[in-house]
């Protein structure tokens, strides 16, 4: 392969979408929380930005709980929100993916925006933009994926099994530069007061990251 992506390995305990109940679903929110919360731990946090996304995980979840209590509802929404997914896919959350379920789970979500994904098979998905994606499987179990834009089509990846290949797709759904992030903000990240207060933020935070309960996540493992 020409490209690298993590090596995560794939954890069997996470719920794989489409839920079966709402333990299941619970399951699977709090398994990212933990995952999300243990990015922070390993990159010197938790930060402020990460109880905000734990926020809202936990708030992702608790809706879920709450669709799933309505009348007339039978369980929990069987697969997360474009947000969860979003956040799932861009920390890549080790859900034991197979290429049909995770594709079937960004078509649930409506996520992947500009993407007319085509109903996926154990063989070939892909689906109708500008340029167009499709991958195949071979006997061997081997996915080639790759573009056509104009007429011309191209190869951009050879991925030797099925993992492989979930991993090349959670890249290449995910959102990797969301807002502000490659954007244009009218330079308002340099406006003084915009600046002040996220630093009177940073300060409070700081302060509060010396209380037990986030000093927990700050320390090392032995």
Request: contains cysteine; hydrophobic residues 45%; negative net charge.
């Amino acid at each position: 392969m020409s490209k690298s992506w993590p090596e995560i390995v794939p954890d069997v305990r996470i719920p794989v979408p489409p839920f079966r109940d709402l333990d299941e679903s619970k399951t699977f929110h709090r398994a990212l929380a933990v995952h999300v919360a243990e990015i922070g731990r390993a990159s010197g946090g938790p930060f402020a930005e990460t109880l905000a996304l734990c926020s809202v995980i936990a708030s992702a979840g608790a809706l879920r709980r709450s669709a799933s209590s309505g009348d007339g509802a039978t369980g929990a929404p069987d697969h997360p929100s474009a947000v969860v997914l979003g956040v799932t896919l861009l920390t890549r959350l080790p859900v034991a993916w197979t290429p049909v379920s995770l594709v079937e789970a960004v078509r649930a979500s409506s996520s992947g925006e500009g993407m007319l994904w085509a109903e996926p098979t154990a063989t070939q998905v892909g689906y109708f933009s500008d340029p167009e994606f499709s991958a195949s499987r071979d006997a061997a179990g081997r996915w080639t994926a790759g573009f056509r834009e104009r007429g011309v089509s191209r190869v951009d990846a050879v991925l030797d099994d099925d993992w492989t290949f979930v991993r090349y797709l959670m890249d290449h759904v995910a959102d990797r530069f969301p807002f502000p992030f490659g954007w244009s903000t009218g330079g308002v990240e340099q406006d003084p007061l915009v600046r002040r207060n996220a630093a009177a933020v940073s300060d409070f935070f700081a302060a509060q990251r010396e209380t037990p309960y986030l000093r927990r996540w700050s320390a090392a493992e032995a």
